[in-house]
């Protein structure tokens, strides 16, 4: 099953909900906020209000240290670092945004309809991300920069779920509007991450992932056609690549 998301009248609706949700062809049931159950017909009630994520199929479950994993794919070891992981930057990001979840992070993860697909989203107060990044994503090499051993994995991994917990503070908990949304929703989310990592690993560590960023942006195709951030006059006048 790929992941449904079910908005209300707009991208950006949180809600509390009291919800009965059926899924006969399923064994788990999951609705963002509440535990996962394995049942076909489960009711869920949270007074919180939350993006709503509705993800439903064939997979399992499991607590570890107070954080939830949704799925079936998740080794052992990235596990134990998403739970050190979560556990630290929330508490970073309490402190520098003033602003305290509700709950730790829960992480989903899920099949991509389309084959090899890396990429992953944030829905308070949940983190999901495709199986294939699990397995290969954060392993491969970064063309022209010295990121293959162990450790560097270990900081692309975290530096992409620090990315999407940031997303639950800024996206989730606050909101930004008009046509400059997705510049703030993006770049306070990376810049919660890279501080994070300076703190998390060192000063190295930070510098690689600046550079890493700079890099990519110096060498792209489109960087003349990348327009000046305040022309923007609506919010999907800041394409991808502004971000």
Partial sequence: WHPIVVVGEGPDVDVSYD??????DCSTIYLSGSRPQKKKRAHFQYKEPVGPF???GNFGSRE???VMFVGDHWPEKRQAQAVAIAKKTTALYEKWTKSKLAKLPTFVEFEAT???RSWGFAVLPSVAFTRYFLEHSYRKPIDGLPFANIADQDARYAMFINHEIGHLYFGGKIKSEGPLFWFFLESTAEYL???SMRYQYDQSVFDFFVNLRLNGLVHSPTLEEIPPLLSAKERDDVGSRMR
């Fill in 193 to 195: 991450a890279l501080r």
């Fill in 64 to 66: 570890r240290d107070g």
């Fill in 114 to 116: 389309s084959p090899k």
């Fill in 19 to 24: 919800l009965n949700v059926v899924c006969e």
């Fill in 54 to 56: 509705l993800y439903a």
